[in-house]
């Protein structure tokens, strides 16, 4: 009776440890691929699509193709866990693209209120705001297409004078960093935490023609310059700028975008050579060979992370 | 639920088979083999402090050899084997699943004490992880090692019979040399097993004669 006793209990101990049944995350991925995904826009007059790629530079999807439609995508960025927002030049617009649930595949306007010179790259946050390069203004539009401003930023605040500006970038703690790829080629920080206001916080020159921009992980910016072929470190404030990768334009030409991955080396899109290469943040390739180098990618105009759980998915 | 359910079915053949061995007596002493089916419960921190889960089936072959005799039916002795996992991550859905398959080698101290048993494997195991879904198609390859606490106890079915339940708690390191990640990542977690093991009743040396002599 006593050995019964001890088995029953015995067992049901071990049975009650191992009836846990949890959720969570997945493994945050190996070898250098990772949940994380990567958008591109390609704005050549025959690849005009949107593309998503993983970690590793494999192909994933095209998210949608505006070959037939009017307009060259000319920048990328997630907007919730099923869709991204793209910006278009001629015909002025952000759209959004569906490429999970129940609308996936469908696209649709998102906005175009303000929208009439010329338009490049676009940022959002978390919670849906849009911010999208327009000529020297930057345009604001809330998480349902409304216009916040009118620009939201206008050509000059501050001592912040846009001057051709092309790349854009929003920082958690809600600074906006823009490139200008004329005048004097400055990296121009801005708090937009309020909607509706906005403070110019620096402005420092940058290299030669700056276009696409980020803050890393590491708390640095890096900006890569297409006037002369190079990407720079600066500080979070973007003084201090030092090169990290001198020119080669067999490898980088005519950069227009760049990302953190998820081991975090950097991720640079090439456009005058239709590539994405990887290298360390001390600017040593991870490769010989590009990240990306695919037919779909041609005249790359933005790259962006899509992180696996933006917009609260999973 | 899935799982409880099964969770459930287990322990009622277990308790069974439990009933059933109690009157039988004690398994001979000598080398012995063990063939068992678990069910894992695993788990890993990623550098972002998230958690993943994972559960699955498992399947492990072994050989004991005793080494110093202290009791009737009880001794110090090796443990050697080979296991293998295969674990789904609990938060698999529609969009995105994850699974892994583990396999490798153990090798560790093992004691016996009248029914009960427990004992310590180092392991060496090689992983294939791969993502099938709307966010990544990929897999990767490498090794970890780690070590495994077990404990159990076993009931004897006929002289050279023994079926038994054993609870493993392993703790390994997926390093971050081969993972590219910042840091290693701690992949940890416990099993239950259903063994059945059949005992020789003799030592190594009259094995090695009966199979390469005889």
């Known amino acids: ?314 | 639920m899935k799982s409880l359910k099964n969770m459930l079915l287990l322990h009622s053949f277990l308790f069974i088979a439990a009933i059933y061995a109690l009157p039988f007596e004690a398994q001979a002493f000598g080398v012995s083999f063990e063939a068992a089916i678990g069910y894992p419960n695993f788990s890993l921190t990623n550098t972002d402090g998230s958690k993943a889960f994972y559960d699955g089936i498992s399947v492990q072959g072994a050989a004991y050899i005793p080494a110093w005799k202290f009791q009737k039916t009880g001794y110090l002795g090796f443990g050697l084997g080979l296991d293998y996992y295969d674990l789904n991550n609990t938060a698999n859905n529609a969009e995105q699943v994850e699974k892994s398959n583990h396999l490798g080698p153990f090798i560790g101290v093992h004691v016996k004490l009248s029914r009960f048993f427990f004992g310590y494997n180092y392991n060496i195991r090689k992983t294939r992880i791969y993502w099938v879904g709307d966010f990544t198609n990929d897999y990767t390859e490498f090794e970890y090692n780690g070590g495994t606490l077990y404990a159990g106890m076993e009931w004897t079915l006929s002289k050279k019979l023994d079926v038994g339940i054993t609870y493993t708690q392993s703790t390994n390191q997926y390093p971050s040399s081969v993972t590219h990640l910042s840091d290693d990542i701690e992949f940890s977690g416990s099993t239950i097993w259903l063994t059945i093991k059949l005992g020789t009743g003799q030592s190594v040396g009259k094995i090695f004669d009966t199979v390469f002599i005889n």
């Open chain 1, 1 to 314: 009776m006593r050995d019964l006793v001890v088995s029953f209990l015995t067992l049901s101990f071990v049975l009650v440890l191992g009836c846990s049944s949890k959720e969570g995350a997945f493994f945050e991925s190996t070898s250098g691929s990772s949940n994380d995904l990567i958008l591109i826009s390609s704005g050549d007059s025959n690849t005009r699509s949107v593309l998503l790629y993983n970690q590793d530079g494999s192909f994933n999807r095209i998210l949608y193709d505006y070959r037939t439609d009017l307009g060259l995508p000319r920048g990328i960025a997630p907007f919730d866990s099923e869709s991204v927002v793209v910006s278009l030049d001629n015909t002025d617009r952000v759209s959004r693209v569906y490429w999970k649930g129940e609308n996936a595949g469908s696209e649709e306007l998102f906005a175009n209120s303000g929208l009439g010179g010329a338009i490049y790259q676009l940022t959002t946050s978390e919670a849906g705001d849009v911010f999208v390069v327009e000529s020297n203004y930057i345009e604001r539009y809330d998480s349902t297409g409304a216009r916040v401003g009118t620009p939201y930023i206008g050509t000059t605040e501050g001592s912040c004078v846009l001057s051709s500006p092309r790349g854009i970038f929003l920082t958690s703690d809600d600074r906006l960093i823009v490139t200008n790829h004329g005048g004097s080629d400055q990296l121009l920080i801005y708090d937009v935490s309020d909607p509706f206001s906005v403070t110019c916080l620096s402005a420092n020159n940058i290299g030669n023609n700056p276009y696409g921009v980020i803050e890393h992980s590491d708390g640095n910016l890096y900006v890569v310059t297409q006037g002369d072929d190079q990407v720079y470190r600066t500080d979070s404030d973007g003084s201090n700028a030092t090169s990290i990768w001198s020119t080669d334009t067999s490898i980088i030409n005519n950069p227009t975008g760049i990302i953190e991955l998820a081991n975090g080396n950097l991720a640079i899109a090439s456009s005058a050579n239709d590539q994405v290469w990887e290298m360390d943040t001390s600017g040593t390739l991870a490769n010989t060979s590009p990240l990306i180098l695919d037919p779909l990618v041609l005249n790359i105009t933005d790259i962006k992370t899509y992180p696996a759980n933006f917009g609260g998915d999973e």
